[in-house]
């Protein structure tokens, strides 16, 4: 499955790493996004340009192929609501962050393990 073997491997050994203690909370991850093709990335865009009615709108939501940390492989989604939550608040701990205010689910290495995570973009434009 490339969208999960196509990732950084120091980004997929850190999910596995806080995803093996959330387990310990009793909190599943689930990856709902992994790595991106830059066609499915650009699809996805022009999917939120016709749902949001602008591009700028859109790129709130959605980077260009260019701008995507998942056609990169160093960006990563993950669900559901109480595993996004739990990797908020200890994230940190394993170097992943929560990158965009309005997408609580998507995380990237931003700092090193145990160091802060920098201050969140209010979204992906």
């Not at 990335?41 to 260019?66: C, I, K, M, N, W």
């Not at 701990?93 to 931003?110: A, I, K, R, V």
């Amino acid at each position: 499955m490339p969208a999960i073997t196509l990732l950084d491997d120091e980004l997929l050994a850190a999910v596995r790493a806080a995803a093996a203690d959330a387990a310990d909370d009793g909190i599943e991850f689930r990856i709902t996004s992994g790595w991106r093709s830059a066609e499915y990335q650009q699809r996805l865009l022009d999917d939120a340009v016709l749902e949001y009615g602008s591009l700028e709108e859109a790129r709130r939501f959605v980077s260009t192929p260019e701008g995507s940390n998942h056609v990169t492989g160093r960006a990563i989604d993950i669900g559901p609501t109480d595993a996004d939550s739990w990797l908020s608040q200890h994230g940190a701990d394993y170097g992943l962050c929560q990158t965009y205010s309005n997408e609580m689910w998507h995380f990237e290495l931003s700092t090193e393990p145990g160091g802060e995570c920098p201050a969140m973009l209010p979204d992906a434009s």
